[in-house]
């Protein structure tokens, strides 16, 4: 009996272990910024922790938490410089801050690293779980809040760090909180550096597929951009002649996929086009012309597609794959934390920024079955039904009027962005302003300085650490 109930529990284990083909695909899109290839393997990373409120907004609210953060003090000298990497929608790691660029800067000046945990993310947990009432504290302005604590906090406790200058780094979300962080308490920061911010709160985002096709057509070629065009326009006019349960037989789709529902659809094409977003977000040399050499080598547009998808699909194990919306939902209306940050991070999109990669440009090649209203009727699934199209449009206007979208107006930011990357549209893209690194995609300026870099990644490089030699003056 003991025995049986043994191998049930692991083979339950395994089952859970095995990420579904939404959590792959959404981990892709948000994991933390790749770290840094040199390491300083023999640097000793503290794990430490700090209370904070639950909420800072509100007086009567007096529940606190434990705040997760990292210190590596291995080239600090007293009086030095701080260096903090700011944590996003993802599980901080030691390795953010024992090697890279802003190690590298860090030693120059002697400075202390850390790394903060967000709020809701990794083992930073304000609540026990993420239910509707639970989640509401997850807020941007809240988390900008628990950083403006820990500066306070760790520059009067720690030893010759309390007229220490702080420098602030993060990429992606983390980059955005810079900016933002820098706007909201100019005083608690000399200077930041921003890889990759979207700054521009919008719902429908459109610009991401459109610049994702970009990007696939520049590195993949245009016969690989034409193929996916036309391999997904197949897929869809099969649907629109009732000829669904071929797609479905081919890209074996389990049941409960209904092929006369429009949110099974959209689900389904939302998260095709996010798998081709998670190849181009990511891109390494290669990457993006490996998928189409995989995609060209199908003997038409809808099989080379079908086979590169399978291969995907595979990767999360079963016999067949659910991609209906009740499949994706049941991951995302759970609200246990277990290592799932999708939950939160839509939340995070429902309530303050929008930002979904619709279908909504005809200049994209992932077709048409994404529209907005497909997210925004997650929103009110997940969320409650306060989640309007309304609501969330109301929210996006409040959020770039408090930040200033695209106008942050804040000194000592500076901001990077790679060409490749499909989330540069919601940032700022004038190069008085920002640095386009060609042919780069998400977060990929954080490694050390390297013969390996473009001579414009050399130079951003050498740019910020200049400033920083001036901000740390
Ligand atoms: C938090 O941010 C929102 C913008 O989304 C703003 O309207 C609100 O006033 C902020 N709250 C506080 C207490 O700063």
Redesign the pocket.
């Known amino acids: 009996m003991k025995f049986w109930l043994g191998i049930a529990l692991v083979l339950l284990a395994f089952a859970q272990s095995r990420a579904t083909i939404f959590q792959r695909t959404f981990k892709r899109l948000h994991e933390e910024p790749p770290l840094p290839s040199n390491q300083n393997r023999a640097d000793i990373v503290e794990t430490l922790w700090i209370e904070q409120k639950l909420d800072?907004?509100d007086e009567a609210e007096t529940r606190t938490w434990q705040m997760r953060y990292m210190l590596n003090d291995a080239v600090y000298q007293s009086g030095g410089p701080l260096f903090i990497y700011l944590g996003g929608e993802w599980e901080i790691s030691s390795g953010r801050i024992t090697g890279g660029h802003m190690y590298d800067m860090a030693k120059e000046h002697n400075g202390l690293l850390a790394y903060t945990e967000h709020r809701y993310y990794g083992q930073s947990k304000p609540l026990p779980d993420l239910s509707n009432e639970n989640i509401k504290y997850l807020?941007?302005?809240?988390s900008l809040?628990d950083l403006a604590h820990f500066i306070t906090s760790i520059k009067a406790t720690h030893e010759g760090l309390s007229e220490s200058k702080v420098i602030i780094v993060g990429g992606s979300y983390s980059a955005t909180m810079v900016t933002w962080f820098k706007k909201?308490y100019p005083d608690l920061v000399a200077g930041g550096w921003a890889s990759s911010a979207p700054l521009f709160a919008k719902v429908n985002f459109v610009e991401y597929k459109e610049i994702t096709g970009q990007s696939i057509e520049l590195m993949g070629g245009s016969a690989c951009y034409k193929r996916i065009e036309n391999g997904i326009a197949e897929m869809e006019d099969m649907f629109a002649t009732k000829r669904g349960g071929e797609v479905k037989a081919l890209l074996k789709l389990c049941e409960p996929f209904d092929v006369s529902s429009d949110l099974d659809i959209w689900t389904l094409f939302s998260e095709i086009s996010d798998i081709f977003a998670g190849v181009v977000q990511t891109h390494n040399a290669g990457q993006i012309e490996g998928v189409c050499q995989q995609i060209m080598a199908g003997s038409s547009d809808l099989i080379g597609v079908a086979s590169y998808l399978l291969d995907e699909f595979a990767e999360s194990g079963g016999k067949c794959y659910d991609l209906s919306y009740d499949g994706i939902t049941g991951v995302l209306l759970d609200t246990n934390y277990n290592g799932n940050i999708m939950r939160q991070w839509i939340f995070q999109t429902c309530n303050?920024y929008g930002w979904y990669q619709t279908s909504g440009s005809a200049d994209q090649p992932f077709g048409t079955k994404f529209p907005v209203t497909y997210y925004t009727t997650m929103c009110a699934d997940l969320y409650g039904s306060k989640y309007s199209n309304e609501f969330i449009t109301n929210?996006v206007s409040?959020?770039n009027?408090?930040?200033g979208g695209l106008s942050p107006g804040v000194e000592n930011v500076y901001l990077t962005h790679g060409q490749l990357d499909p989330w540069r549209a919601m940032g700022i893209q004038d190069a008085d302003q920002a640095t386009i690194l060609p042919e780069y995609a998400h977060c990929k300026d954080f490694n050390s300085i390297s013969s390996s870099d473009s001579a414009e990644m050399k130079a951003s490089k050498e740019r910020i650490a200049e400033l920083v030699r001036e901000w740390v003056k």
Do not use: G, L, P, S
Not at 139 to 142: A, F, S, Y
């Open positions: 800072h907004f807020t941007v302005n809240q809040a909201t303050e929210q409040t959020t009027a408090y930040y």
